[in-house]
């Protein structure tokens, strides 16, 4: 498996295959599963990206959606999902940095963005300031929604940082507290993973949001 990935990757770097096939779709494909992420959205954005391809590919997607997409491409390569989740590290990151050479040697030097905080509140990303950085501009009632989002974050890493994940430091976790970080990440997801908050945001749903966020966060102080 390993092989044929990498030959196919060769190929379309070294320009020696013409084939469509292995476009940017599985490419990105490829390296969500690879990394892991294959339920977070994900953009490739270069100088030549619009806005408007920012927006689509991040924000208006369902996770069980992109799911079901990032799988069926893999497949399209004959190749079983579940293989590319047990590839060895050193195997991976070597497979990781073939794909993003073909990547930027096709489509341009780029960024692969993933935007972590459908999933989780416990990342560094900041959307906002991607989009500020990259001159990309949106939709106000949808930058609504983000700033939003950011701020919801803040409340989170505030009042939970202990339990934020990527540390370069490591350390043993309870099963408690493994347990404690899925129920949050599971609370955000509820509020931020779903595309359908980012279509529409009124006033009165802003309302009824916090009302409900205050509501959970109050009782994981009981916790």
């Known amino acids: 498996m390993l092989e044929k990935i990498e030959l196919l990757l060769q190929q379309k770097l070294h320009n020696h295959s013409n084939s469509q096939f292995l476009n940017l779709e599985i490419l990105l494909s490829l390296h969500s599963f690879l990394k892991g992420y294959e339920n977070i959205p994900s ?76 999933v989780t509140a416990f990342k560094n990303d900041n959307i906002i300031n991607f989009m500020s950085e990259n001159n990309i501009t949106i939709e106000s009632n949808l930058y609504k929604v983000l700033s939003e989002r950011e701020s919801k974050k803040k409340i989170f890493v ?48 802003k309302l009824i949001h916090s009302l409900i966020i205050k509501k959970e966060l109050s009782w994981f102080k009981l916790i």
């Open 43 to 118: 953009v490739y954005f270069t100088q030549q990206s619009s806005s408007e391809d920012f927006i689509n590919q991040l924000f208006f997607v369902s996770e069980k959606d992109l799911i079901l997409k990032n799988k069926l491409n893999i497949k399209k390569l004959n190749i079983n999902p579940f293989d590319l989740k047990i590839i060895p590290i050193n195997k991976r990151k070597k497979l990781l940095s073939l794909i993003e050479d073909t990547i930027n040697f096709i489509y341009g030097e780029g960024v692969i963005y993933y935007d972590f905080s459908r």
């Open 158 to 205: 505030d009042k939970y940082c202990k339990y934020k994940t990527g540390s370069k430091n490591f350390s043993w976790q309870s099963i408690t507290e493994l347990a404690l970080i899925e129920k949050l990440n599971h609370l955000w997801q509820g509020f931020w993973g779903t595309s359908e908050v980012y279509k529409l945001f009124s006033e009165d749903e």
